[in-house]
């Protein structure tokens, strides 16, 4: 009867000083999941802002990431400050203020800075809005894109499995034209939503980017700073994808801050400035 084969758990023809092994310790003990850093621009969302909070801490909660939520309050007239301090008691949150309203621009400008401070290489930097539309579900797919290899990652609504509720019809217009438009003029491979702020990036390119930039990473003014944002990128040749996004417009509190007419007319400048006189790289 023949009996199995048996191993040794130790090779007595590796020898492992004890010096070996105490330099090798501190390798593994140091070593720390990715963190996920959320930035969230906000203005007057005091009543989206609690429910979005409690779901990124209710889909983060047995995550096996690390995470930092930065909220940005751009000079808000309600509670958006006093919902973010509060959630702050619960989980990890940190509430930026600017003492009077400077739009979109400048409250991403001021959340990158913060995310980047926050953030180290190897971690994943996220943008929502703070309106309760972007599902927080979704996190945990942008950023397994980045760790797969993406350097940015899109929720996207023109992906197979997208679902858009609650979005007046002069909106869904608005959007499709202008993902054909940038589609046209200044095409990504892996991109078709350019105007979606929700996003995770690589920490190393959004630094890269920032340190190249600098103030001027994010220049236009209004709701076309987000594509702006993704057209100055291109220059780093980073690789970008896109997931599926389920937009709740229906949970939305508050009134949108978007205004249809300049929106349109700043992303038309924005296209021809860049079509005809370069990305100033």
Same mark, same amino acid.
Not at 15 to 31: G, K, N, R
Not at 124 to 130: F, K, N
């Given at each position: 009867m023949s009996t199995s084969p048996t191993f040794d758990l130790i090779r007595p023809d590796l +020898? *492992? !000083?004890?010096?070996? !092994?105490?330099? =090798?310790?501190?390798?593994?003990?140091?070593?720390k999941p990715t963190k996920i850093v959320i930035m969230l621009p906000a203005y007057n969302e005091g009543e989206s802002l609690g429910p =979005? =909070?409690?779901? *990124?801490? @209710?889909d983060l909660a047995s995550s096996r990431y690390r995470y930092e939520v930065i909220v940005? +309050? /751009?000079?808000? !007239?309600? /509670?958006?400050?006093?919902?973010a301090s509060q959630a702050s008691f619960h989980m990890p949150v940190n509430c930026i203020s600017h003492k009077k309203n400077q739009g979109l621009a400048a409250a991403l400008r001021t959340g990158f800075l913060a995310a980047l401070d926050a953030a180290e290489p190897g971690d994943? *930097?996220?943008?929502? +809005?703070?309106d309760n539309t972007h599902p927080p579900g979704s996190i945990d797919r942008l950023v397994t894109m980045i760790r797969e290899g993406h350097d940015v990652a899109i929720a996207s609504r023109y992906q197979h499995g997208s679902r858009v509720v609650g979005v007046p019809f002069h909106r869904n217009l608005m959007s499709l034209g202008a993902r054909l438009l940038f589609k046209t003029a200044f095409p990504i491979k892996g991109v078709r /939503?350019?105007?979606?702020?929700? @996003?995770?990036? @690589?920490?190393e390119l959004l630094r890269e980017g920032t340190d190249f930039y600098g103030k001027q990473f994010v220049s236009e003014q209004g709701f076309s700073c987000m594509v702006d944002v993704l057209l100055k990128l291109r220059r780093f040749r980073p690789i970008m994808g896109e997931a599926p996004l389920v937009l709740r417009y229906d949970q939305k509190g508050g009134v949108s801050k978007m205004r249809v007419l300049r929106t349109v007319w700043q992303t038309l400048k924005l296209i021809a400035r860049r079509r005809f006189k370069g990305t100033g790289e």
């Open positions: +020898d *492992i !000083s004890t010096e070996a !092994s105490a330099a =090798l310790a501190p390798t593994f003990a140091e070593a =979005l =909070l409690e779901g *990124i801490q @209710r940005v +309050d /751009d000079g808000s !007239s309600d /509670d958006t400050a006093l919902v994943v *930097i996220l943008t929502m +809005d703070a /939503d350019y105007t979606c702020g929700y @996003r995770a990036y @690589r920490y």
